[in-house]
């Protein structure tokens, strides 16, 4: 029986895959077809099976509709803020989560037009990157309602990351969290443009770390700069002038200046990884953000940053396809993502199967998901 042919765009099947960072030899080789007949298919000398087209979709994290439109989509590029001489490729699987993020967070949008809502954000343009770094910090904190002795209070460096992340979302921004991307590639990136700027957090970073990067992608946003960050770059490499006020500024917000000098003071003639690693646990942050703002206070110099600088460590492996699936599925998504996804549907702006796109789960799974998050308070029952 003969192969039903996609009569799909040629043009987009050249765009999808140079997007995905595959070159025609790879995906030629996936497809188990010779090279030369991929480039007739791109050239629009041959076509796509319908099995082969759903192949390549997958490849390149695409859905199979993309590739029938007329012509290639004008979607902006994300601007790249990562510094430094050793900063590495972006990999298919790092390209599909800023596509991934940047779709939700156009379903978001989507959903607040249905409801005729226009989320308030004058905290935008609070501050610019010729402001002081110590009292754009406060301005953070005050943006945050940010109360000292409530934070104080809490230990666990995951209560932490939870902490910010709640306090942000009431901002009107959401926040995700993305798994199996290697941090040397990114620690997060951020659409700072409005309605619903959206953060997406590494999850494979150390949750102490976590909470640096989503408070410096929170600074992008009241810059309204979006981009592909690396909080965490030396000050050799400072000649990117935005993302070296956000690292200062998230700095300056989890190491008060004062209570870090008194701290300081305390360990300064017995100064080791180890003591380093004490501060950085007082102040519930990680040893690279405490070098950083150790460093720029001028407690340390260059010499002393470099002898204390340890690898960046990673969060332990998670196996995704263990433990619990809610569990793992809830500390990626947006709390309030979900909110306003569920909201919409029980307002029937939104059918159901909307809902299962918007949230890419089986419809059975969406009304597990629904009694849990009713029993977490983040519903109404």
């Not at 965490?232 to 990117?240: C, L, R």
């Not at 260059?302 to 619990?324: C, F, H, I, T």
């Amino acid at each position: 029986m003969k192969s039903i042919k996609a009569l799909v765009t040629p043009e987009l099947l050249e765009w999808a895959r140079t997007a995905a960072g595959y070159s025609v030899e790879q995906v030629a080789k996936k497809l188990k077809i010779p090279t030369e007949s991929l480039r007739k298919i791109e050239k629009g000398n041959d076509q796509l099976t319908i099995p082969q087209l759903r192949k390549i979709a997958d490849l390149y994290k695409r859905p199979t509709a993309i590739f029938y439109l007329d012509k290639v989509p004008e979607l902006s590029k994300i601007p790249d803020f990562r510094a430094g001489p050793d900063i590495a490729e972006l990999t298919p699987h790092a390209e599909y989560f800023l596509r991934y993020i940047r779709e939700l967070r156009q379903n978001a949008v989507d959903i607040f037009q249905l409801m005729h809502k226009e989320p308030s954000y004058d905290f935008i343009g609070s501050f610019s990157v010729d402001d002081d770094p110590e009292i754009a910090a406060q301005n953070v904190k005050e943006c945050l309602n940010y109360d000292k002795e409530e934070f104080d209070k809490i230990k666990d460096p995951a209560k932490t990351f939870k902490y910010w992340r709640e306090k942000i979302e009431l901002k009107n921004i959401l926040v995700f969290q993305i798994g199996k991307i290697d941090p040397s590639i990114y620690h997060g990136f951020v659409y700072a443009e409005t309605p619903v700027p959206v953060i997406a957090v590494n999850q494979n970073d150390l949750v102490e770390a976590r909470s640096f990067t989503l408070i410096h992608e929170f600074c992008h946003v009241i810059l309204n700069k979006s981009g592909i960050c690396n909080p965490f770059f030396s000050k050799s490499h400072d000649d990117n002038r935005v993302e070296r006020f956000c690292q200062r500024v998230a700095a300056a917000t989890l190491m008060a200046k004062d209570d870090a000098i008194k701290e300081f003071s305390v360990m300064q003639d017995n100064l080791s990884t180890n003591a380093v690693s004490i501060f950085a646990k007082k102040f519930k942050t990680s040893y690279t953000a405490t070098l950083i703002r150790l460093h720029e206070l001028g407690l340390i110099d260059d010499a002393a940053r470099e002898k204390l600088q340890l690898p960046l460590a990673k969060s332990p492996k998670v196996d995704e396809k263990g433990g619990n699936f809610y569990n793992n599925y809830l500390a990626k998504m947006s709390p309030s993502y979900l909110h306003l996804v569920f909201e919409a549907a029980d307002e029937d702006l939104v059918h159901y199967g909307e809902v299962v796109r918007f949230l890419g789960l089986k419809l059975e799974k969406i009304n597990n998901l629904r009694d849990r998050l009713e029993a977490g308070g983040i519903l109404a029952p």
